[in-house]
């Protein structure tokens, strides 16, 4: 879903040059996959039984690094996983990457991911980054130029 502008450029990409063109692509490891396969890659390797704690921050590294934002039904799916593994810290930290991903349409994006994994943020206990204030500096001193 979030990958519609990259495959909207992808499709003129391939349209310019005589390429039939597919909606929802995702370009991983020199080949394209389709936006929903992608999608459900990600969320079996979340939802494995047998998944640990190093395998769970491999997979939200992989994503991260890549250049899209997670779908959240895959933010679901790492939320989850990190509930299985019984660590709430890389659950906040997972949303607090989700929400840096989102780069300067973060007013837009996050709160429509937020809304649609609310009811597993509740389901499991997680608080979200802003409930607990790490949004905001600690210890900031004010700006010089705000003075």
């Known amino acids: 879903m979030f990958r ?3 495959s909207q450029i992808a499709n003129i ?5 005589g390429v039939t ?3 929802g692509v995702v370009r991983a ?3 394209e996959i389709p936006a929903e396969e992608f999608d459900k890659q990600y969320e079996d390797y979340f939802s494995r039984a047998d998944i640990d704690g190093w395998e769970v921050r491999k997979g939200m590294n992989d994503l991260l690094g890549m250049d899209l934002v997670p779908a959240p039904k895959i933010v679901d799916a790492g939320l989850k996983a990190c509930r299985k593994v019984n660590d709430i810290a890389l659950a906040i930290r997972w949303l607090e990457g989700v929400k840096d991903k989102c780069g300067d349409k973060t007013d837009e994006i996050y709160p429509y991911i937020l809304n649609h994994v609310r009811p597993t943020l509740t389901e499991l206990g997680i608080p979200t980054p802003e409930e607990l204030n790490y949004d905001k500096p600690e210890l ?3 700006s010089v130029f705000d003075m």
């Open 4 to 6: 519609l502008a990259a």
């Open 13 to 17: 990409a391939r349209s310019s040059i």
């Open 21 to 23: 063109s597919r909606v």
């Open 29 to 31: 490891a020199h080949h």
């Open 140 to 142: 900031a001193l004010k």
